[in-house]
Structures are given as structure tokens and as C-alpha cells.
């Protein structure tokens, strides 16, 4: 089962947290919310789904502080900064940093539900990608050397030929090595192949 989305509120501001709960509940999703970064660190787990609504300005360590930390950890949390006026420079920091977005005070409601919805959405499709990326590079990792260096070449449109040419070998050989491939690899045909390739991370394609 899928875990829920969250939308994970830091804020040592109070009154500021029970008003962004009680906004973030007012549309059915479900909110926690933290009064440091510290308090957040804590909890923070890699399976966490959702988003950061992230006060960029807090004692201790600030929202840029934290969001480096996560990106370090590799927590692949979409964060929305919020920002006064005076922190817009430091916003701007956080979006070249990798921050999703961020929005000023006072904040129209409907405005931060709207990126809210969107930082979920973009989070989701994210994680579908990098979850089909695994699964790629897991299949890729079943191949033995000499399968890999036919892919490679098959993916980077040599013939059968080309390649029995290239590694020395019978062009009935490269037929056998080729078949495994795409038996291991679950691919129906050159052109799934490739595409697998191109979403992989561990196969050089020439664009």
C-alpha cells in the first residue's frame, strides 16, 4: 500500500503552524507540522511522501540550512519556502539550491493550496520516474559484461552486423547475446529497449 501523502509544515511561528494546518486539512490532505528544523530532522525518514512548507527564516537553523540537509540525506521532498519581504533574496537562494517554489507573506490561501497541490503532483510523478528508473537499472544490473556492451551498441542503432564486427565475434553469436538481452530486459522490441536505455542510468546512448 501506497503511503499518504503528507504536507509537512516547519515553522517556529505558532500561531502560523495552526493556521496552515487548519488550511492544509480544510482540503482533505493531511498535515504535520514542526516547530524547528531540528524537531524536523528528527523525524524525517527516506520513505516520507509529500511536501516541506518551510519558514525560511527560523532560530537555530534556518529553512536554507534545512533544505540542504535534506538534500544531502537525499530526501526527495518537493519544499515551498515561505518568505517575508526582506527574504526574498534568500528565497532566490533556496530555488537556485533546489528549493520547488516559494511565496511570500502575507500569502493569499488559495495561491499557497494551489502550489501545495502542484508540489504533490510533480513530487508523485517524480517518484513514478525514479522508481521505473530502479527497476531499469536493476534488470541491467541481471546482464553479463558482454550483454551490456551489445546493448549499448544495439541502443546506439548497430546493426547486428556493426556489432559482430566491432567485438570480434559471429554475427550468430551476437544474435544469441541480443535475445538474452531483451529477454532480461522484458523488452518487446528495439524501440522498448532504447526507451529503457534513455530512463536508465547506467547505459550510454548517443543523442
Known sequence: MAAQQTVYVVDD??????????????????VETYSS?????????????????LDVRMPGMSGLDLQEQLKDERISLPVIIITGHADVPMAVRALKAG??????????DQVLLERVQK?????EQERFVEDR???????IETLTP??????????????NKQVAAELGLSEK?????????MDKMQAGNVADLIRMAMRGSSVQTID
Open 13 to 30: 511561528d505558532a500561531a502560523m503552524r495552526k493556521s496552515l494546518r487548519w488550511l492544509v486539512e480544510s482540503v482533505g490532505l493531511k
Open 37 to 53: 528544523a531540528g524537531e524536523f530532522l528528527d523525524a524525517v525518514r527516506q520513505d516520507m511522501v509529500g511536501c516541506v512548507v
Open 99 to 108: 528549493a520547488y517554489d516559494f511565496i511570500e507573506k502575507p500569502f493569499n
Open 119 to 123: 508540489a504533490l503532483e510533480d513530487g
Open 133 to 139: 528508473r530502479r527497476t531499469i537499472d536493476a534488470k
Open 146 to 159: 558482454r550483454e551490456r556492451q551489445v546493448m549499448e551498441m544495439v541502443v546506439n542503432g548497430m546493426a
Open 173 to 181: 553469436t551476437i544474435e544469441v547475446h541480443r535475445k538474452h538481452v
